[in-house]
């Protein structure tokens, strides 16, 4: 009767600020568990919820000295799971970064994006009819300067002629990645952070671990082209899908980069594209 009553009072005193503070907590939770799930991180959460568990059960039972150690686990685990869970807490801040400001690098208007687009299409089946193997990555709203520094600056116009001569074979450049922002080729022959998941194909070798690590730590597109059999293939946010047609690879390259470019347009920039159409009927 005791836990119905509190559970009685509790409900009359909800209104619609306690109703707010659970929708934004269990908000928190649910993007928190999208940015860990299928990564080591959740079974190091597996492990600490079996622990908070085990608490209350081994106090119930007086398993003194479970309890000791339980409690003493617990009170070094705050910077335990700092250092544990540093790539994931790296990821989740700078999702939050990217989400707060609009510091975004996207390419001027949809027509200019889609000749780009074009262009890097065009280059990478080319590589792939030969079985050259290539990884260019494409900036989103991350910045990738860190990234840049470890090759080579070019500041080239994106063309498919440019990223083909890139990637022959026994040139300085080719065995690296290719950065892209916007229309330019920024540099060449960039090393990109491997990833951490262990459960990475075997069949897979460095470049598509490469560019895993790179979607895992940016919101970059990274195409790769594999040198043994010429599969493209596509990295996005820590996933991999291979075996895209010319098509179908141009099709979603210019549907992620539309969506972005549309979400991140602010209201001024919206006018003076509505007023540009007009004049131009």
């Not at 780009?116 to 193997?133: D, E, F, S, W």
């Not at 022959?189 to 690590?213: E, M, Q, V, W």
Request: aromatic share 6%; hydrophobic share 45%.
């Amino acid at each position: 009767m005791d836990i119905i009553n509190m559970i009685v009072a509790a409900v009359k005193t909800i209104n619609v600020w306690s109703v707010l503070d659970i929708l934004v907590v269990s908000y928190i939770f649910y993007k928190a568990y999208m940015l860990i799930r299928e990564t080591r991180a959740v079974q190091l959460l597996k492990g600490i919820l079996l622990i908070l568990l085990l608490m209350p059960v081994s106090n119930f039972l007086h398993l003194t000295m479970l309890y000791w150690i339980l409690q003493r686990t617990i009170t070094i685990g705050v910077l335990s799971i700092i250092i544990i869970f540093q790539p994931e807490i790296r990821r989740a801040l700078e999702h939050l970064g990217r989400s707060a400001f609009n510091d975004v690098h996207i390419l001027e208007n949809k027509e200019k994006m889609e000749e780009v687009i074009t262009q890097i299409v065009n280059a990478v089946y080319n590589l792939a009819k030969t079985r050259t193997g290539a990884l260019i990555v494409i900036e989103q709203r991350t910045k990738l300067e860190d990234i840049m520094s470890t090759g080579t600056k070019i500041e080239g116009i994106v063309s498919s002629a440019i990223l083909e001569n890139i990637f022959v074979v026994n040139t300085p450049l080719h065995d690296g990645a290719t950065i892209i922002r916007n229309d330019r080729v920024l540099a060449a022959g960039c090393f990109l952070p491997l990833s951490a998941n262990y459960d990475i194909s075997k069949k897979l070798g460095t470049r598509h671990r490469a560019a895993l690590g790179i979607s895992e730590n940016s919101d970059a597109l990274v195409i790769v082209i594999s040198e043994e059999t010429g599969v493209v293939s596509l990295a996005i946010n820590g996933k991999l899908t291979r075996g895209y047609t010319k098509d179908k690879l141009k099709d979603i390259l210019i549907r992620i980069i539309l969506i972005r470019f549309s979400k991140n347009n602010s209201f001024k920039e919206r006018v003076k594209t509505w007023k540009r159409k007009v004049n131009s009927k």
